[in-house]
C-alpha cells in the first residue's frame, strides 16, 4: 500500500509549523467531521462489475442443468447421495432425497424456451445415446465448472472477510476499544474509548488519540463550562443546548453526539475507498501543529486545534477558543514509530486502508472466475444443443468412435457405491473408499469384446460412451447443494 509522505510521519520532535496567532478550530473540525461523516456510514466502495455476478451465477445454473439433462438415467433419476453419505442406508431417507431430487428437477425441466415460442428449454438425452466425444466434453466442461465455483466462492467468502475487517476497523476508530466488524452499522454506543475527564481527554497519555469521538469532543468542547460561544471555535452551524460541562464519559457522549449530527448535516457520507480514507489523514496530519506557540511542549508542533501558548495546552481550563487535542505525550512517547502507533484512531484508519486494498484485488480476481463461468456456459449449450440434434452427431464422422456396448453400461452402472459387486462383475471400481465412489466400464475388457464381435454387433456398439464418461458424481457435495436450491 502506497501512503502519501504526510501520512507515514515517522515520529521524531520535529519544527512546529507557523500558523497564525488567530485561527480558529474550523479547519481541524473540517477534517474531522469529514471522516466522521466516512467512517459512520460503514459504505464500502462498490467496485464490483455491473451484473457480471448475476449472469455467472446464472450460468453455473444452466451448466448443472444440462449435465443433468445429459447424464445417466441412474443419476438422472436418482441423483447424488447427499452431504450424510450414511442416510441411503435408510430406506426411507433415499427414498425421500431421490423425491425431493426430482421434485427439484421437475421444477427447473418443464421452463419454456425463451427463444423459441411452444418448445420447452430443456431436453432429456440419455447418455446411452451420446458419442463418446460428446460425452467426454461434457464431463470435461462440467468438471471446470465446479473447479470455477469453488474458487469464486472462495473468493466471495475472501472479500467477506475483508469486508468485516474494514467495518471492524472504522468502528474502532471512531469509537475505540476492539470493535466487530459483523451486523449493521450501530447507534451511538455508550462504551466509546474517552478520557476520564477532559484534561485526561484531550492531554497527556491516557485520552488523545484514542477515538476519533474523543479527539472531536475535545477540539469543541471546553472542561471547564461549555457553550455556545464554545461552539463557534469550530462552526457557524448551531445546535440547541450546547451547555454541556465536558468534565466526564456521560457529557462527553451528549457533546460528541450534538457535534456528529453537525457533522452529517455539513458533510454529505462519502464511500470508504483508499483514496479518500489516506487524503483525509493527508489533512489530519498535515493540519497538525499548524499553530505556533513560544512556551507550548514542542512549542505546539502535535497540538490539533488552536490551543493556548502555555504549558499545559489542551486541559479545558480556558474557554476562550483555544480548545484543542495535545497529542505530544502519545507522540513522543512513541519516539520512533509511525504515527499511526501513537494515534490509535489513525492506526485503525490504515487498516481499513489495507483491507479496501485488498477487497478490490480478491473482487477483480472474482470477477475473472466469473468471466469463465460465463464463456463456459456458451460451450456447454453449444455443446448441448449438438447432443440434442443426433442426425448432425451421426454425421459428423469425428464423432463416429467405438463406444461401450449398452447392456454392459447399465451392468455396471448398478453397482454404483458397492465396490465389491462392481469388481465381481467385471466392472472398473472408482472411488475415495469401498461404499462411496461410481463403477464404470473396464475399458480393456469392453475393447476384446467390440473386437470379437466386429461390425456385425449392430448400431448399438455405436451409440453408448465410455466408462470415463459416466462419473457423474464429479463432486457430490457441491452439486447436490447447487441443485436443491433450483
Known amino acids: 500500500?502506497?501512503?502519501?509522505?504526510?501520512?507515514?510521519?515517522?515520529?521524531?520532535?520535529?519544527?512546529?509549523?507557523?500558523?497564525?496567532?488567530?485561527?480558529?478550530?474550523?479547519?481541524?473540525?473540517?477534517?474531522?467531521?469529514?471522516?466522521?461523516?466516512?467512517?459512520?456510514?460503514?459504505?464500502?466502495e462498490d467496485v464490483k462489475a455491473a451484473e457480471i455476478e448475476t449472469d455467472a451465477q446464472s450460468a453455473w445454473t444452466e451448466i448443472q442443468h444440462i449435465y443433468i439433462m445429459t447424464a445417466n438415467?441412474?443419476?438422472?433419476?436418482?441423483?447424488?447421495?447427499?452431504?450424510?453419505?450414511?442416510?441411503?442406508?435408510?430406506?426411507?431417507?433415499?427414498?425421500?432425497?431421490?423425491?425431493?431430487?426430482?421434485?427439484?428437477?421437475?421444477?427447473?425441466?418443464?421452463?419454456d424456451d425463451p427463444d423459441q415460442k411452444g418448445k420447452k428449454k430443456y431436453t432429456r438425452v440419455s447418455r446411452l445415446k451420446l458419442p463418446q466425444a460428446v460425452a467426454a466434453k461434457l464431463d470435461s466442461l462440467y468438471t471446470q465448472a465446479l473447479k470455477i465455483d469453488e474458487k469464486t466462492t472462495q473468493k466471495a467468502q475472501a472479500i467477506g472477510a475483508e469486508e468485516t475487517k474494514i467495518r471492524a476497523a472504522v468502528r474502532a476508530a471512531l469509537y475505540g476499544k476492539t470493535r466487530q466488524g459483523t451486523g449493521t452499522?450501530?447507534?451511538?454506543?455508550?462504551?466509546?474509548?474517552?478520557?476520564?475527564?477532559?484534561?485526561?481527554?484531550?492531554?497527556?497519555?491516557?485520552?488523545?488519540?484514542?477515538?476519533?469521538?474523543?479527539?472531536?469532543?475535545?477540539?469543541?468542547?471546553?472542561?471547564?463550562?461549555?457553550?455556545?460561544?464554545?461552539?463557534?471555535?469550530?462552526?457557524?452551524?448551531?445546535?440547541s443546548t450546547f451547555t454541556d460541562t465536558g468534565n466526564n464519559e456521560g457529557a462527553f457522549d451528549t457533546i460528541y453526539g450534538k457535534l456528529k449530527d453537525l457533522c452529517l448535516k455539513q458533510e454529505k457520507a462519502q464511500e470508504l475507498t483508499p483514496a479518500g480514507l489516506t487524503a483525509a489523514i493527508a489533512a489530519f496530519t498535515s493540519r497538525l501543529g499548524h499553530t505556533a506557540h513560544t512556551t507550548a511542549p514542542n512549542k505546539g508542533a502535535y497540538t490539533f486545534g488552536r490551543g493556548s501558548d502555555n504549558a499545559a495546552q489542551c486541559t479545558g481550563a480556558s474557554v476562550d477558543s483555544t480548545s484543542c487535542v495535545n497529542y505530544n505525550a502519545v507522540i513522543t512517547a512513541s519516539s520512533g514509530t509511525a504515527i499511526t502507533a501513537a494515534i490509535k484512531w489513525l492506526g485503525q484508519i490504515s487498516i481499513a486502508i489495507t483491507s479496501l486494498e485488498t477487497r478490490r484485488k480478491l473482487v477483480r480476481e472474482k470477477e475473472a472466475q466469473e468471466a469463465r463461468m460465463i464463456s463456459l456456459h456458451d460451450s456447454m449449450q453449444q455443446l448441448y444443443e449438438e447432443a440434442k440434434n443426433p442426425q448432425q452427431l451421426n454425421a459428423n464422422p469425428d464423432s463416429k468412435q467405438q463406444q461401450t456396448p449398452p447392456q454392459k453400461l447399465k451392468e455396471c452402472e448398478k453397482y454404483h457405491n458397492k465396490?465389491?459387486?462392481?469388481?465381481?462383475?467385471?466392472?472398473?471400481?472408482?472411488?475415495?473408499?469401498?461404499?462411496t465412489g461410481s463403477c464404470e466400464v473396464d475399458e480393456t475388457k469392453v475393447t476384446t469384446q467390440t473386437k470379437t464381435e466386429g461390425t456385425g454387433a449392430g448400431t448399438d456398439s455405436k451409440t453408448n460412451t465410455t466408462g470415463n464418461n459416466n462419473s457423474f458424481v464429479i463432486k457430490i457435495s457441491p452439486l447436490w447443494l447447487a441443485v436443491m436450491l433450483f
Open 1 to 44: 500500500m502506497q501512503w502519501i509522505a504526510t501520512a507515514l510521519l515517522v515520529i521524531s520532535v520535529r519544527q512546529h509549523a507557523q500558523g497564525a496567532a488567530e485561527n480558529t478550530n474550523g479547519a481541524e473540525f473540517n477534517i474531522l467531521c469529514k471522516l466522521v461523516s466516512m467512517l459512520d456510514s460503514e459504505k464500502i
Open 73 to 111: 438415467d441412474t443419476y438422472y433419476n436418482e441423483g447424488a447421495k447427499g452431504p450424510d453419505k450414511d442416510s441411503d442406508s435408510d430406506e426411507k431417507k433415499r427414498n425421500e432425497r431421490i423425491q425431493k431430487w426430482k421434485e427439484a428437477r421437475e421444477t427447473w425441466a418443464k421452463a
Open 185 to 239: 452499522s450501530f447507534a451511538l454506543p455508550d462504551d466509546i474509548d474517552y478520557g476520564s475527564d477532559y484534561a485526561a481527554a484531550c492531554a497527556g497519555t491516557a485520552g488523545p488519540g484514542r477515538s476519533l469521538a474523543n479527539d472531536l469532543m475535545c477540539l469543541c468542547s471546553a472542561g471547564a463550562q461549555t457553550a455556545s460561544d464554545t461552539l463557534k471555535q469550530c462552526t457557524t452551524l448551531t445546535t
Open 419 to 435: 465396490s465389491k459387486e462392481c469388481t465381481d462383475n467385471g466392472c472398473k471400481w472408482k472411488g475415495t473408499d469401498e461404499k
